[in-house]
Every structure is written in structure tokens, then in C-alpha cells.
């Protein structure tokens, strides 16, 4: 006979309840409509930012930006370094949790944040081998692509499209957006914060990292809905006796 107010086999342990409920629900149910006008948005802003993207650059360039300190750290938001070291931080505070029964579930939050900039990252570098639009730079903020002959015809260094520093620090954002939704507009401010100090370095055009940004938001929501999410929630506590 099972008692009233007991745990079910399946969650024997008293914490395990509770760890199930503190897991963060990452999935959301697919939407091949709201998808499709997101994509035509994101689309339909980067043509129209695609001819501002010279007199940005001749009003935001500045040699000197990638000189300061504060814009040295700003940029490594856009590498994969200070997010390896924060998801494992996270990984560790979730050992607990994965003790009290919640298992792996617990490190889904570290997974994505881990996840979704490399996701975006390495796509971004092989857009830019498919787009082979140059950096700014290097031809005086004139929109310049490269050609199919040559030694770098395959080699990534000095195009712009996408911003990979964008790509990774939008899919580190918009990660931590999803784990830790109350700060929002911080983790979204760092994103912006790296594509800014990109397009100020002549690095990158305005719509680069634009679409840096929009290549990440749909990483992080692939992510979301296909590999960091589903856990199903905790069994409910028996109510009454059985023979």
C-alpha cells in the first residue's frame, strides 16, 4: 500500500520534486508561420540597412577603438573564451541539482550556453565563405567581394558577412536570456555592445553584424526547441491508498 503524501517510486528522494520544478523549460512548441515572417523580417531589415552601411562606416570608424582596453574586453564577448569559462561554472552550481534527481537535465542551461555561440559562430564563418563580402576596412567602408581565384579564395580571414564576434556574443545573449530571462536587457546590451565596437573598428558593416545577430537568435531557438529542452515534469505526490 502506498501512503497518502508519499513520493512516488519514480521520485523517491524528497528533492527530487523540487529540482524538477527549478529546472529551466527551455522548449517551445514549433511555429513554421511566426518563423517564416521572421526570416522575411530579418531579411527585409539587412537590405534596407545594406546601403547605409557606407556612410556608417565613414561616421562611426575609428582607427584607434581597437586600442583601448574597453574595447579589447568588449570584443572577447564575442569569443567562444569567456562563455567556455562561465558555462562551466554553471555546470558545476548544477551538480546538486543533478544529485537530487534531476540528472542531466540540470546542465541543459550550461549545454546551451556553451551551445548556441558556437552554433552561431561556426555558422557565421561559413556564410562568410558563401557570401565573400570583404571588411570595410579594407576598401574604405565600399562594399567589395571576393573572388573564387586566388590563395584565400577559401579562407575566411578578412570578409565581413556575417560578423562571426556578433554571431557568438548574440548566441551567448540570447542563451542567457532564455536561463536567466529577469536580466534580459544586460545580456542584450553585451550582445549590442560587441557589434558595436566591431562596426566602430571598421571590422564589420552595420548589417553584418546585423545578421550576426539574427543568425544567432535562430541558432539559439533551434537549440531550444530540438536539442536543450522536453524534460518532462516532476511525478505528482500520490493522494490516497491503494490495495
Known amino acids: 500500500m502506498t501512503a497518502a503524501g508519499t513520493p512516488s517510486a519514480e521520485h523517491g528522494r524528497p528533492d527530487a520534486h523540487h529540482a524538477h520544478a527549478a ?5 517551445t512548441p514549433p511555429n513554421p ?5 521572421s526570416a522575411a523580417a530579418a531579411v527585409a531589415v539587412f537590405a534596407a540597412l545594406c546601403p547605409l552601411d557606407r556612410p556608417a562606416y565613414l561616421a562611426l570608424h575609428n582607427p584607434a577603438a581597437q586600442t583601448y582596453l574597453a574595447d579589447a574586453i568588449i570584443k572577447a564577448a564575442g569569443t567562444m573564451y569567456p562563455w567556455l569559462a562561465v558555462a562551466a561554472a554553471m555546470a558545476l552550481a548544477a551538480v546538486p541539482r543533478a544529485s537530487a534527481g534531476l540528472g542531466a537535465r540540470a546542465f541543459r542551461p550550461a549545454a546551451l550556453l556553451l551551445s548556441s555561440p558556437a552554433l552561431a559562430g561556426g555558422a557565421a564563418e561559413v556564410l562568410k565563405l558563401v557570401l565573400r563580402r570583404e571588411r570595410p576596412i579594407l576598401h574604405d567602408g565600399f562594399q567589395v567581394y571576393r573572388s573564387l581565384a586566388g ?17 557568438v556574443a548574440f548566441g551567448a545573449a540570447f542563451a542567457l536570456c532564455v536561463i536567466a530571462p529577469r536580466l534580459s536587457p544586460l545580456w542584450v ?14 571590422a564589420h558593416f552595420v548589417s553584418s553584424v546585423f545578421l550576426g545577430g539574427a543568425l544567432a537568435c535562430a541558432c539559439t531557438t533551434f537549440l531550444c526547441r530540438v536539442g536543450a529542452a522536453g524534460e518532462p515534469r516532476a511525478a505528482p505526490l500520490a493522494k490516497g491508498g491503494s490495495a
Open 23 to 27: 529546472a529551466p523549460r527551455f522548449r
Open 33 to 37: 508561420r511566426r518563423a517564416a515572417l
Open 151 to 167: 590563395d584565400r579564395a577559401w579562407h575566411s580571414g578578412g570578409l565581413d558577412l556575417p560578423s562571426s564576434h556578433a554571431a
Open 189 to 202: 546590451i553585451i550582445g549590442v555592445a560587441c557589434a558595436a565596437q566591431r562596426v566602430v573598428a571598421g
